[in-house]
T-cell receptor, first 113, second 114 residues
Framework: GESVGLHLPTLSVQEGDNSIINCAYS??????FIWYKQESGKGPQFIID?????DKRQGQRVTVLLNKTVKHLSLQIAATQPGDSAVYFCAESHRGGYQKVTFGTGTKLQVIP | NAGVTQTPKFQVLKTGQSMTLQCAQDMNHNSMYWYRQDPGMGLRLIYY???????DKGEVPNGYNVSRLNKREFSLRLESAAPSQTSVYFC?????????????FGPGTRLTVL
C-alpha cells in the first residue's frame, strides 16, 4: 500500500498470479481517482480511472475498486506479466480542483519470472 | 503524433544559474502541468495552466516561473537554481479544463543542481 517517505513499498508477485496494489486517501471531497504506471526512466502512464459514483471499474486485465467508506482504492492486475513490473501510483482530485491532482508515493511491483 | 515532448532530457546546473525547461504537446489539449518527482515520492504539482492564457500555482511553486506560450507550449523557468531543485521534472497535458480527465505525461527532464 501507499506510505509516506523515501522507502517505496514493494510487492513481489509470481508471473501469472494476480496482483493487488492498495492505496489509502484522506480527502473526503475527492471524487475522481486514477491509477498510473511508471516504468524506470519514463513518465507516468494512465492505466484506469474511476469516479466516486462507482465502486468498481474494469479494463483489460486491470480492475479498480473504490471503497469510499474507508477511503480506500485498489488496483488488481490479473495474470501478472514481467512487463507489469513498474511503480504504480494512485492519484485523486475533486470538483473545483480537477487540475490539482494529488499523487500517492507509489508501490513498486516486481514480477518474478 | 508525438504526444508530450520535453527538452532537454538531462541538465546539470551550478547553484545560481538559470534555465528554462521546454514542453510541447500536439494533442490540442487545453490544460498543461509541471510536476517534480523526488526519489521515493510521488509527483508534486509546481504550476498548471488550465487553458491558454492562464497559469496557477500548484503545491510547490516557490523558485519557479512558468509561461504558457501558446496552446501547445508550456515552459518552466528556474531563475536561480538551488540544490533543492535537483529532481526529475515532468510535463503533462489533459484535454479538458475543469473536469475529471486523464493527464498524459512527457518523458521527463532530469535536473541536477550542484
Amino acid at each position: 500500500g501507499e506510505s509516506v517517505g523515501l522507502h517505496l513499498p514493494t510487492l513481489s508477485v509470481q508471473e501469472g498470479d494476480n496482483s493487488i496494489i492498495n492505496c489509502a486517501y484522506s480527502n473526503s471531497a475527492s471524487d475522481y481517482f486514477i491509477w498510473y504506471k511508471q516504468e524506470s526512466g519514463k513518465g507516468p502512464q494512465f492505466i484506469i480511472d474511476i469516479r466516486s459514483n462507482m465502486d468498481k471499474r474494469q479494463g483489460q486485465r486491470v480492475t479498480v475498486l473504490l471503497n469510499k467508506t474507508v477511503k480506500h482504492l485498489s488496483l488488481q492486475i490479473a495474470a501478472t506479466q514481467p512487463g507489469d513490473s513498474a511503480v504504480y501510483f494512485c492519484a485523486e482530485s475533486h470538483r473545483g480542483g480537477y487540475q490539482k491532482v494529488t499523487f500517492g508515493t507509489g508501490t513498486k511491483l516486481q514480477v518474478i519470472p | 503524433n508525438a504526444g508530450v515532448t520535453q527538452t532537454p532530457k538531462f541538465q546539470v546546473l551550478k547553484t545560481g544559474q538559470s534555465m528554462t525547461l521546454q514542453c510541447a504537446q500536439d494533442m490540442n489539449h487545453n490544460s498543461m502541468y509541471w510536476y517534480r518527482q523526488d526519489p521515493g515520492m510521488g509527483l508534486r504539482l509546481i504550476y498548471y495552466s488550465a487553458s491558454e492564457g492562464t497559469t496557477d500555482k500548484g503545491e510547490v511553486p516557490n523558485g519557479y516561473n512558468v509561461s504558457r506560450l501558446n496552446k501547445r507550449e508550456f515552459s518552466l523557468r528556474l531563475e536561480s537554481a538551488a540544490p533543492s531543485q535537483t529532481s526529475v521534472y515532468f510535463c503533462a497535458s489533459s484535454a479538458l479544463s475543469g473536469y475529471p480527465d486523464t493527464q498524459y505525461f512527457g518523458p521527463g527532464t532530469r535536473l541536477t543542481v550542484l
